[in-house]
């Protein structure tokens, strides 16, 4: 039973900081990649960054330059490190872990982000 545990989001105003934290548990056999997306109300979910174990990156372009995606391979953790925040970054973020075969989502975390 693969399970993530998000954590780290909250209300911030514009132009702050936040630090989402994913942590994968259960068993596998090899990790493909792990990444956030977000989902704001009304809207589709959409990639925000991805980071495979091979340690490369990509990002939306919405979020270059702010946001930056790292991983903790000896506790199962990613992270999006998240600065210079708008109010339209105002989403639930989600975590998914790509195994073979099938992928895993985590519970998803708000982050809103308003004066």
């Known amino acids: 039973q693969v399970q993530l545990v998000e954590s780290g989001g909250g209300l911030v105003q514009p132009g702050g900081s936040l630090r989402l934290s994913c942590a994968a548990s259960g068993s596998w056999f090899g990790i493909y990649a792990m990444g956030w997306y977000r989902q704001a109300p009304g809207k589709q979910r959409e990639l925000v960054a991805r980071l495979t174990s091979g340690g490369r990156s990509n990002y939306a372009n919405f979020v270059k330059g702010r946001f930056t995606i790292s991983r903790d391979n000896a506790k199962n953790t990613v992270y999006l490190q998240m600065n210079s925040l708008k109010p339209e970054d105002t989403a639930v973020y989600y975590c998914?872990?790509?195994?073979?075969?099938?992928?895993?989502w985590g519970q998803g975390t708000q982050v809103t982000v308003s004066s």
């Open positions: 998914k872990l790509e195994l073979t075969p099938r992928d895993y």
